[in-house]
């Protein structure tokens, strides 16, 4: 794999390649198993893959989180050398030369900002906007993977993809969890030890759920969840929503469900200091 920083020398390296379906799997590093399973998801169809390690400032609206974001580039490259090709490319670009000047750009997403993390994190959205259309316009892929765990931003850069005419492939790759069933997240190793050891509490919460929905109306559920959350030392409970695949609007009666469609059960939870999410899918069969 090679390691580029710049615009200039990445789009030069791409154009030499002359290598086709060009996949991209982007990153704010502090990266672990869940982050390797997207590019090897990408391996077989891509002869070159390129990974952005980048921490986007445009997406945080709490200045501490973006402060305290774990930044660990010497451990990224070591576990992407496990993984990536001769050919493939680590994109690890400073502040400065993603945004040359301030990017202004005001994206609308309808109902997707309306609804979860779009309420909790005014503006974060359009963050991911900024960056992912800005690499996008850089990279020019063919295939771009990202994470079942974000589920709202998934949906929001499918979203995106739609109202720009964009040709790339949007790829949902599944959640890759713990043995113990915490979804493996950057934010994990911020977690202190005691807060750590009691946080599958989520995973657990959210499968009981899911199972919950064949006897058992949302209202119910939803206050299971908030019990079972909290009921855990210095958790909190920040929503659990039932919600459809696409606009994901929140269900608040089964009978509002439709066999045809798919649903999820998507949580935040403040794990001590640090937030944490997660999602499953709901099944009325």
């Known amino acids: 794999m090679k390691v580029i920083s710049t615009i200039s020398e990445l789009q030069s390296r791409i154009k030499s390649l002359n290598l086709s379906p060009v996949g991209f799997v982007p990153t704010m590093g502090a990266l672990h198993k869940g982050h390797l399973s997207l590019v090897e998801r990408a391996i077989p169809d891509c002869p070159l893959i390129i990974v952005s390690i980048f921490v986007n400032p445009t997406q945080f609206n709490d200045k501490n989180d973006l402060k305290n974001y774990p930044r660990t580039l010497d451990s990224d490259l070591e576990m992407l050398d496990t993984v990536l090709r001769q050919a493939d490319i680590v994109f690890t670009p400073s502040v400065e030369e993603m945004y040359p000047a301030e990017d202004k750009r005001v994206f609308r997403f309808g109902n997707l900002d309306n609804v979860m993390e779009a309420l909790h994190r005014p503006g974060h959205f359009n963050g991911v906007a900024q960056i992912v259309s800005r690499f996008f316009e850089i990279i020019k892929p063919d295939i771009a993977i990202f994470g079942l765990k974000d589920f709202q931003q998934l949906a929001v850069i499918k979203e995106m993809v739609r ?123």
């Open 163 to 285: 109202q720009t005419r964009d040709k790339v492939k949007i790829v949902g790759s599944p959640i890759i969890r713990e043995a113990d069933g915490l979804a493996m997240s950057s934010r994990n190793m911020l977690l202190e030890p005691e807060i750590r050891k009691n946080a599958p509490i989520i995973y657990k919460t959210i499968k009981q759920a899911s199972s919950m929905i064949r006897e058992k109306d949302i209202p119910e559920i939803k206050s299971f969840v908030k019990g079972s959350i909290e009921n855990a030392e210095n958790f909190e409970l920040i929503y659990f929503d039932i919600v459809d695949e696409l606009e994901l609007k929140p269900v608040t009666k089964k009978t509002k469900m439709n066999a045809g469609k798919k649903y999820y059960g998507c949580i935040a939870v403040k794990a001590g200091k640090i937030r944490l999410i997660d999602n499953i899918e709901i099944g009325l069969d």
